[in-house]
Structures are given as C-alpha cells and as structure tokens.
C-alpha cells in the first residue's frame, strides 16, 4: 500500500532528522543546518517515491483525522532553556510543544501601581508614627496623671499587644470584602479613638483609648503589604518595596521628634489633634483616589465595573454621575429634535434613539463574604516556611524595639539631653533606612532575575512567574543574610558603646548602621512573605505583625531591668546572641522551602478535591 510505504518514510526521514541534530554537536547553528539538510535530501526521496499515491493518501489522511506536517515546516517555540525544544525532545519542529503565555498580572501602568502603593504606603505611615510620635511625651504624662514611669509605659505595652492582634482580624476581613472597606474602618476607629485621648480626664481611660488607637491604625500595614501583593509580580516587586518602606521607617526617625516638640511648645495633648487633621486628610484621599485593588473583587483592576459602588472612588463616582446626567442631556435633545420633525420620521427617529443611547448602569447587589479571622493563626501554625520566617523576624525585631524603648532613658541619664535632642537622635537611623529603601529594592530584583536567568527562565514583569519550581526562598534570603549579619554586630556594639558611654557620634553611627541592616532584612522577609501567600498577603502579613508585635512589647518591657541588673553591653549582647543562634533556621528555609511548598500546594488540592466530591455527594 502507498500509504503505510508513505508512513515509514517520514518516518526513516524523522528519525534520521533526530540523530543527525543530536550527534552534532559543535553549535546550534550548525545542527539546525544538518537538520534543514536531511529534511530536503529525504523529500526529494519521497517527491520521487510517492509519485500518483499522494492524492490517494492525503485523503486517507484526511478520513482518519491525521493530516502528517511537511517535514520542513519549522514552528517556533518560546524559548525556555538553554537547548531548542526539538533538539531536547526529539520531536519534529512541526510538534514541538508551544508554550502559553500567562495573562498579565494587572491593567494598570507603572506610573499608577507606584502611585497606589504610595498611596497605602501614607496610610501605612500612621501604625510606626503613633507609637513613636507618643515616646517624649511619657515623662510629662506621668506627672500630669501622678503615675510612676513605669505605669506610664504600660500604655506603649498594651498599644503594641494590640498592634499584634488586631490586624487578624481586620486582615482576614480585606482579603474578603476588599482594602477600601478595611481602610474606612480603621481611620474612623482611628480618628475616634485620638479625639478621645485629646480630651480624657484619666489614667485609666488613656490606657484604653491607646488600646483602641493601636486597633485602629495597626492593620495599615498588613493592608500596604496586600495592596503590593495585589498589583505588582515576584519579578518586579523588588523595585517597589523602596516606596512601601520610606514611609514606615521615616515614621519611627520623625515621630519622636515632632512630639518632642509638640509637648515643649504645645502640650502632649496637641499630639493626637495633629494625628486627628492627619488621619482625616489620608481618610479623604483615599476615599476619592485609591481604587480597590483585592484580586478577588476586581481580579487584575479591569472587574471595577462589576464590582459594587463602594468600590468604586469618589472620582470614579463622580465621573460615572457626569456620564450619566451628559447622557440624559443628549437623549432630552434627541427627544426635542424628534418632536419637532415630520411625524412620518418619528418611529425611524425612535429606533435610533434606542439603539444608540446607552443603558443604564445596572445595580449590583453587595455580597460580603464571612472573612475567617483565625487564617492568620492557621497560616503561622500549619505553614513551616512562615512559621520559621516570621518566628525569626520576630527575634530581630525585638532587638529593634528593645533599642527603641531604653534609648530615651539612656540619652536623658548618660548624655544628658533634652526632649528634642533625644527625638534628634532618631534622624540617622531614618538616614539608613533611606538608603536601604532605594537600594536594596534593587538588589532584591537582580538576584531574583540572576536565579532566573541561571534556571533558563524567560520572565515577563508584567505576568506573574509560577513558582513552583523556583527557589524563591533562596533568591530572598540571600540578599538578607548579609544584613542579618550587619543588624547583629550593630546590636551588640549597640550595648557596649552605652556601658563604656563612648562619644555621641559612635551612636549616631551605630543607629544610621541599624536603619540599613534592620529595615533592609524587613524589607526582604516581607517581600518573601508576598510571593510565598499573594492571594492572602493580608492574613499573612497580619501573622508577621502578631509574632513581630508580642515579642516586641515583651522586649520593651524587660530591656530595662535587664541593663539596670546585668549592664547594657551584656543586655544587648543577649539579643545580638539569638540572631546568631537562630540564624541556621533561616538556611533550613532556604533548602527546604521549594519543597514545603510543593507538599503544602498537594495538601491544599486534596482538601478541594474532597470538598467537590462531598458536593456531589
């Protein structure tokens, strides 16, 4: 038969195509030649054998679904490796498998993501600078309330234990009914809570609107960290990591100083009216500028019209409105001009108003979604990688707070500087933190591209890489161990220039030293944390606050027995200590997490593959 002799000879002719372009071996070029060359010598073989048949089987062909591909069509492929794809496969050109592009990750242009991300990273602003804008003014509180300074600290205490916990639960709450919803309610929560420390009689009832303070502003920064998530890839996420992190390290640097002033000048009072004004102009920004950006309200940006009016901005609002009231304007005009026509033309004039006028906008109905609280807690306890991040974080950032906390005390007793020299103090550690923002954004983006470029991967910043088979813990770490290290000597030295009270300016050096180390290892674990959970950076960055915010508020408040017994060199010396002890968790992480990932990514897809059967069931 003409065809089955058809058949072996394309056949003959692919495996000899196969063998002569991987016996050669001297480039790429020169086995794509080989290759072009076997195709043409063995169709001419086949022009010559086939002869009358052609027709007979191309038919066959067709009748049995299977039409054969000349032999010197060549598809292109997406390149992802090294080697072409035929040459790696054995396949003929023609069915070398074509790789699909992922859709892009978000509508919006470069110019708006960084726009929104300030935009969160303002509101951000507000958790670091009320805890800190409130430090100077703790010796003048004591006095006017006649509470010793120990009490008085308590109200710095119980604000970071609800720093820590609140953000579970407004966390969860943003990943299902949106970050718009959850900004309204923690700046009104916020705003209420400052006019009633502006105006309380008490001790008491200051220590509890400080608690309802620190519920308000606290989940800022989970919402900052989801908002990135939202819009920005792994490949680019990097480069604006800087801009979320100038406002929160800028906040720590500048609110000591500007209460320090405010309570000289002013009274400790003006504290919270200042936040109030604050807080009331973000709230307003926002509700007529920062669009909702959660994934599963409005996916990749383009779902705003579909989504709810709450969703929508006061500009976006109001535009619509515009639109609308323009489009009622030209169909009363259309209705004149109709009116005034010959009769016999009405319907014709009719069927064109209909069709050309636009319909009205439909209403969509609100469904809110029950957000489970406890996903924070679920995520830290059942998640390897984030438990040992965020445990780990956590010990670093107590070192941070313990070092927050005594310095005040440290500076008044030692060197004995005033309120305002102390918030002073505060300025070269914002002075690191300003570098490393601009910096290490970008360090973090190379070495993801290096272990991209090393792995054969094509990357495409504006689609979300899949990282399954990507070494994401290793590509982040990497950059934050060196900083680990740098945050753990300056601790140390931290300590021992206070005992041996060195020079003011060995303290000016260590802290601008602890802005570049501390906040750029913040930087690299909360950027991990969003590619490891991007669909619920909220919850998991909740989870980060709650281990960072329980370990800190525990540091502020032993740091100062501990150097009053044992000496500032050896109390600092002891925290320096557990990041070095603690230390080998992180290159645990850094080997075994591409694994952990997969395993808890087969997990997940059993859970649902159940939860369907027991559907159908």
């Not at 540091?555 to 501990?562: E, F, G, N, Q």
């Not at 009053?564 to 290159?587: D, K, Q, R």
Request: proline share 5%.
């Amino acid at each position: 038969m003409a065809e089955p002799d058809l058949k072996d000879q394309v056949a003959d002719s692919r495996r000899s195509t196969s063998t002569a372009a991987a016996t050669d071996t001297l480039t790429h070029d020169s086995a794509r030649t080989s290759m072009q060359a076997d195709h043409q010598e063995n169709q001419h073989q086949l022009d010559a054998g086939q002869g009358a048949s052609r027709h007979y089987s191309e038919k066959q062909q067709k009748q049995a679904g299977q039409v054969l591909q000349p032999v010197t069509e060549l598809t292109p492929a997406v390149p992802i490796s090294a080697e072409p794809v035929s040459l790696l496969t054995g396949e003929p050109p023609s069915e070398a498998p074509v790789v699909e592009q992922p859709p892009r990750y978000s509508i919006h242009p470069t110019w708006a993501k960084r726009l929104i991300i300030f935009g969160a990273s303002i509101s951000a602003f507000f958790s670091p600078l009320t805890a800190q804008i409130y430090l100077p003014a703790l010796p003048t509180v004591a006095d006017d309330f006649h509470v010793t300074a120990s009490k008085a600290t308590l109200t710095v205490t119980t604000y970071m234990i609800f720093q820590g916990i609140t953000p579970m639960f407004l966390g969860g709450l943003a990943d299902s009914a949106g970050r718009r919803p959850a900004y309204v309610i923690c700046f009104v929560i916020y705003i209420g809570a400052n006019i009633g420390l502006a105006l309380c009689k008490n001790f008491t009832s200051l220590l509890i609107l400080r608690m309802l303070q620190s519920a308000g502003s606290s989940t800022t920064i989970a919402l900052c960290q989801a908002t990135l998530a939202d819009i920005t890839t792994s490949a680019e996420r990097g480069q604006y990591v800087g801009i979320t992190a100038l406002p929160q390290v800028l906040a720590p640097s500048l609110g000591p100083v500007v209460g320090g002033l405010l309570t000289n000048y002013l009274g400790w009072r003006w504290i919270f009216w200042l936040l109030i004004i604050m807080a009331g102009v973000n709230l307003l920004g926002l509700l007529m500028f920062f669009p909702e950006t959660c994934r599963k309200i409005v996916g990749d940006g383009s779902g705003r019209k579909d989504s709810h009016w709450i969703y929508w901005t006061g500009w976006q609002l109001l535009r619509d409105n515009l639109a609308r009231r323009e489009r009622r304007r030209e169909r009363k005009r259309r209705q004149a001009e109709l009116s005034n026509e010959d009769p016999s033309n009405h319907n014709n004039g009719l069927h064109l108003t209909a069709s050309t006028a636009s319909a009205p906008r439909q209403k969509i109905k609100l469904s809110l979604t029950t957000p489970n609280i406890l996903q924070s807690l679920t995520l830290l306890f059942r998640s390897k990688q984030l438990a040992i991040l965020l445990s780990y974080s956590a010990i670093v950032f107590s070192g941070f707070y313990a070092i927050g906390t005594a310095m005040p005390n440290q500076l008044s007793t030692l060197y004995g500087l005033n309120d305002i020299e102390i918030g002073l103090m505060y300025l070269p550690m914002a002075g690191g933190s300003i570098v490393t923002a601009f910096v290490i954004g970008r360090v973090i983006t190379w070495n993801f591209h290096r272990h991209a470029r090393r792995l054969g991967m094509v990357i495409d910043r504006s689609r979300q890489t899949d990282l399954s088979a990507f070494p994401i813990e290793r590509a982040r770490l990497e950059v934050g161990l060196p900083l680990l290290a740098l945050t753990s000597a300056v601790v140390i030295s931290w300590g021992w220039a206070m005992q041996s009270k060195t020079s003011l300016a060995a303290p000016c050096v260590l802290l601008f030293l602890l802005g570049v180390g501390m906040i750029g290892f913040n930087n690299t674990v909360s950027t991990l944390v969003a590619d490891l959970y991007p669909g619920k950076a909220g919850a998991a960055t909740a989870a980060n606050n709650l281990t960072r915010c329980l370990l800190g508020a525990a540091s502020s408040a032993v740091i100062l027995p501990m150097v009053e017994g044992i000496g500032s060199g050896w109390a600092y010396t002891i925290f320096g200590g557990l990041y070095v002890f603690f230390a080998p968790l992180l290159l645990v992480l850094m080997s075994r997490g591409m694994r952990w990932r997969a395993e808890e990514k087969g997990k997940e897809e059993a859970k649902e593959e159940k939860g369907k059967q027991e559907q159908k069931a």
